[in-house]
């Protein structure tokens, strides 16, 4: 069983900074893509961003282009998003995820098979 660990959330001030992590647990495997994305109470789980593990191609939802950088370690083999800027409408649960394969896009939450728990980010205004 393939599990997926964030960690980093946490409690910040508008205009802050947070950076999140997430590594396999267990199991490991040789990952196509991982995303982010995240859940604000009330609403759908939406996209954050995707990388592709060995091109290093990003992929930004509009809402976080300029502020959010997704990036990778591959000798670390973890997943990283650096939000800065961070706005009250960023409060959400963030979820990571991962898929094999590659996918024609990974905008959509179908293109990822494999998902963590979820981290916490709360951005007081």
């Known amino acids: 069983q393939v599990r997926l660990v964030e960690s980093g959330g946490g409690l910040v001030q508008a205009g802050g900074s947070l950076r999140l992590s997430c590594a396999p647990a267990?199991?490991?495997?040789?990952?196509?893509?991982m995303g982010w994305f995240r859940q604000a109470p009330g609403k759908e789980r939406e996209f954050v961003a995707a990388?592709?593990?060995?091109?290093?191609?990003?992929y930004y939802a509009d809402s976080v282009k300029g502020r959010f950088t997704i990036s990778r370690d591959n000798a670390k083999n973890t997943l990283y998003l650096q939000m800065n800027s961070l706005k009250p409408e960023d409060t959400a649960v963030y979820y990571c995820?991962?898929?094999?394969?590659?996918?024609?896009?990974?905008?959509?939450?179908?293109?990822?098979?494999?998902w963590g728990q979820g981290t916490q980010v709360t951005v007081s205004s």
């Open positions: 995820a991962a898929d094999r394969y590659y996918r024609s896009t990974y905008y959509s939450e179908s293109a990822f098979t494999y």
């Open positions: 267990g199991r490991t495997f040789s990952m196509y893509a």
């Open positions: 990388i592709t593990w060995s091109e290093g191609a990003t």
